[in-house]
């Protein structure tokens, strides 16, 4: 497997998206996942990044996008969303990248209001439509497991289901390490996705609350889920660490050097990189 950073570590620090770029393949990583919103950068930061992360020979794989909107109760709301969507795909065409990694949101009002089933469904609907979308472009929607009360796919079995019933081969999970045990998911509920993965993030935390720290800082025992991981024969999928908010930002360099160093130790360990 490859292993990836998530480039929302520079933006978040303030660096620039040439100099995230360059330090990334400097650091070693084989690859990026490039956090910016087609509807907010202009054309002069697309070719930007085409172009650099052409210079620097690093591929870029993934696009993450936070569309909670999509299961909203307002069709005009859950119309935006699936608009932006489509345009995170097409930048994702645009990019040569493989997926887009799609964060879908929660239920609304504690589930008190709106019948979770009619979010459920809405969610699936909206998913069927956009997996159409990416399959033709040849890419994939990896959706996110997210570690919290309210949001719609919060473990193993809730992923597994909402899956089943948007029945689209280009929709499929992303394996978060640190959201699994924030959930309270053991290495063993993974099996359950096997074919069903099309991207991994990798990062550490408290045990407690959502964290996005190096592997090593945290309570996270990674050789475990590594190993399940391994076990899904997913040669050509790609490990993106993400960090999110450094407490320092003005060694966000370190910061990742910490990160890339204990990361790829961990994946050589468990014999998914060299």
């Known amino acids: ?110 589930k008190e209001v709106i019948p979770p089933a009619e979010q459920w469904s809405t969610g699936v609907r909206r998913l069927q439509e956009l997996g159409d979308y990416a399959a033709d472009l040849g890419l994939e929607i990896a959706l996110e497991l997210e570690p919290f009360a309210m949001a719609l796919l919060n473990d193993v079995a809730s992923m597994s289901r909402f899956l089943d019933d948007v029945d689209r081969p280009s929709v499929k999970a992303n394996i978060d390490v640190s959201h699994l045990v924030l959930s309270d998911q053991p290495p063993s509920t993974i099996e359950a996705l096997r074919g069903r993965v099309a991207h991994v993030h990798i990062s550490d935390c408290d045990g407690k609350v959502h964290g996005d720290l190096p592997p090593g800082r945290g309570v996270v025992d990674f050789p475990p889920y590594l190993k399940a991981i391994k076990k899904l024969g997913l040669d050509d999928a790609t490990v993106s660490i993400e960090l999110e908010y450094s407490p320092d930002p003005g060694r966000i360099v370190e910061w990742v050097e910490e990160a890339y160093a204990t990361t790829a130790a961990l994946m050589r360990d468990a014999g998914l990189r060299p």
Not at 22 to 31: A, L, P, S, V, W
Not at 47 to 68: D, N, Y
Request: proline share 4%.
């Open 1 to 110: 497997m490859r292993l990836g950073l998530i480039n929302s570590a520079w933006v978040q620090a303030g660096r620039g998206t040439a100099f995230g770029i360059q330090k990334t393949r400097e650091i070693g990583f084989d690859c990026i996942d490039v956090f910016a919103d087609p509807l907010d950068v202009d054309a002069r930061e697309r070719r930007l990044i085409r172009t650099e992360c052409a210079r620097a020979g690093l591929p870029i794989v993934s696009l993450p996008c936070v569309a909670v909107g999509l299961i909203d109760f307002n069709p005009s709301v859950q119309r935006f969303h699936a608009d932006r969507v489509r345009a995170y795909l097409d930048f994702a065409y645009e990019l040569e990248a493989r997926n887009v990694l799609l964060v879908i949101g929660e239920y609304i009002w504690q």
